[in-house]
């Protein structure tokens, strides 16, 4: 069979079954399996066939686009009617990014994995030649034998999974050029001509306008979700921010009232005694200010954790379990990440650790909890997980978001572009915060 550089205009014949089996209008020579001409396409244009007795599938394909404001529902809409002139087995819509890449394919007749996983690189296409504007259609009698969908990376599988066999592909444009291409396939081989080229084209210049309206709509409700989350999670770091400076400043005004009303007051007590003439014991003076020494040391890890610079963070959040919970309370601290977190750089460091040291205070104080377990791990994101089994955080302290130690948690979480997640029941609370494994 032989290509050739055109077609005469050819009206339709009477409706008859069609090569997918069903009552559909063909073409007068229908039979004659016209291939493509030299360069991979057929050398035919819309003005080579009468389109008179077409107009009305195309007035009706017209008005069921009409509202329809997804891809999806709009290829669907029209499917049916294309199968009256146009029999197929499979029809699918694929469609570019901006950026000239493949974003994604609807479908419908067939679900293959072109449809669930419709977004790559337009070069692994197989109607790339068409996407890319090299070929202003494609037609093939059998695509499973075809040498033009079985280059190097083709994302061919679906052809050979299904058994797609003859096709026609034509270029979806609108003025800003090639946008996606309308791909229609029948199980059995060399049943389309270039008379269907043209009528799929026609088609095609119908529901390009539709299609690049409706990415446009796409692409601004994408932009405006997008705007819209970065508002709001900048109005909350904002916020939480300014919430947890003025818990810092809440937290220093402790520390100082904590100096001036406990250690120094000891101090100058002691020094009181020391100047008077029955001045105590040497022994007595020791234990006092061994006690001052233990109070000041107390007062400045509050501030500054020594213990995580010296010791680890693992080492760190043992010794705070130990302290901030009860006598008789079951504790324990799994590191499974090999000390990853002492990896990190300082400030994300402390910023976890402050996390995890309101978490396992939560535990300590709410949840009447007889088990608290601190689980360090990583898999691959870092991820610390601080559980117990008590009987859950107060309403009061699980609903709020504005204040308290929840909200603290929350923002340093965000200002490392950590997640926090907490789970809580009767069975207990869980407070996980994770790290991507890269940090700046």
């Not at 020494?293 to 509050?302: E, Q």
């Amino acid at each position: 069979m032989r290509g050739r550089a055109a077609c005469p205009r050819v009206p339709f014949a009477e409706t008859r079954k069609g090569p997918c089996g069903c009552l559909a209008l063909t073409w007068a020579l229908w039979q004659r399996h016209d291939t493509a001409g030299e360069g991979g396409h057929v050398q035919v244009t819309v003005d080579d066939i009468d389109p008179g007795p077409l107009l009305p599938h195309l007035f009706r394909i017209s008005r069921a686009l009409a509202g329809r404001l997804d891809f999806l529902s709009a290829i669907q809409s029209v499917a049916q009617e294309i199968e009256r002139f146009l029999p197929y087995d499979h029809l699918d819509l694929c469609l570019l990014r901006h950026d000239g890449n493949v974003s994604a394919a609807y479908e419908t007749g067939i679900e293959t994995a072109w449809g669930r996983h419709g977004t790559g690189d337009v070069r692994n296409s197989p109607i790339r030649e068409i996407l890319l504007g090299h070929l202003p259609n494609m037609l093939t009698e059998d695509a499973t034998r075809d040498p033009r969908f079985a280059f190097a990376e083709a994302f061919n599988g679906p052809i050979h999974d299904h058994g797609l066999r003859a096709r026609v592909h034509v270029p979806l444009v609108v003025a800003d050029g090639v946008i996606g291409g309308l791909s229609i396939s029948s199980h059995r081989a060399g049943v389309y001509g270039p008379r269907d080229v043209a009528a799929a084209q026609y088609v095609a210049d119908l529901i390009s306008p539709y299609v690049f309206a409706l990415r446009e709509a796409e692409r601004s409700r994408h932009a405006a979700i997008v705007e819209t989350e970065a508002r709001a999670r900048e109005e909350g770091l904002r916020l939480g921010a300014r919430d947890l400076t003025q818990a810092l400043e809440q937290e220093r005004q402790r520390i100082g009232m904590d100096l001036h009303d406990q250690t120094l007051a000891d101090l100058s007590r002691l020094m009181r005694d020391l100047t008077r003439p029955d001045a105590p014991a040497t022994p007595e003076v020791m234990a006092r200010l061994d006690g001052c020494v233990s109070d000041l040391r107390r007062i400045i890890d509050t501030a500054v954790p020594s213990i995580l610079e010296m010791f680890g963070f693992a080492h760190a959040v043992r010794v705070h379990l130990e302290r901030a919970t009860r006598d008789g309370t079951r504790i324990a601290v799994h590191d499974d990440s090999d000390g990853a977190p002492d990896r990190l750089d300082p400030v994300a460091r402390i910023a976890l650790y402050r996390i995890v040291q309101e978490a396992i205070n939560n535990a300590g104080r709410h949840a009447r909890a007889a088990r608290i377990d601190v689980r360090i791990a990583q898999t691959p994101r870092l991820r610390v997980t601080v559980a117990d089994d008590g009987c859950g955080l107060p309403d009061d302290i699980r609903r709020s978001r504005k204040r308290g130690g929840l909200s603290h948690m929350r923002t340093r979480a965000q200002l490392i572009g950590a997640r926090l997640s907490v789970r809580s029941g009767r069975t207990g609370t869980s407070v996980s915060v994770s790290l991507p494994k890269e940090q700046p």
